[in-house]
Nanobody, 115 residues
Framework: QVQLVESGGGLAQAGGSLTLSCAAS????????MNWYRQTPGKERELVAT???????NYADSVKGRFTVSRDNAKNTVYLQMISLQPADTAVYYC?????????WGQGTQVTVSS
């Protein structure tokens, strides 16, 4: 079974930066596509960034040029580096692991950006 644990959320000022981490248990990480989502109250969960098992990346238009997703297969960890943060980036951020056997979500980590 796979479990995901996010960390790195917190409070940042506008223009600041944070890096989120998502650590996966189990042996399936390297063959999995990893996604970062975010959600604010009353809104649907939004896909923010994707990194495939082959390390191809894709980003939502709202974060392009500011967020970078990366992975370390040796550590079973995916990262989301966020710079030039804006109050609109305030949300709970979730990671998601997808492969042929598993579709697993983390518990989420709160990111709050003050103006």
């Amino acid at each position: 079974q796979v479990q995901l644990v996010e960390s790195g959320g917190g409070l940042a000022q506008a223009g600041g930066s944070l890096t989120l981490s998502c650590a996966a248990s189990g042996n399936w990480f390297s063959i999995s596509n990893m996604n970062w989502y975010r959600q604010t109250p009353g809104k649907e969960r939004e896909l923010v960034a994707t990194i495939t098992s082959g390390r191809r990346t894709n980003y939502a238009d709202s974060v392009k040029g500011r967020f970078t997703v990366s992975r370390d297969n040796a550590k079973n960890t995916v990262y989301l580096q966020m710079i030039s943060l804006q109050p609109a980036d305030t949300a709970v951020y979730y990671c998601r692991l997808i492969n042929s056997l598993y579709d697993v979500w983390g518990q989420g980590t709160q990111v709050t950006v003050s103006s």
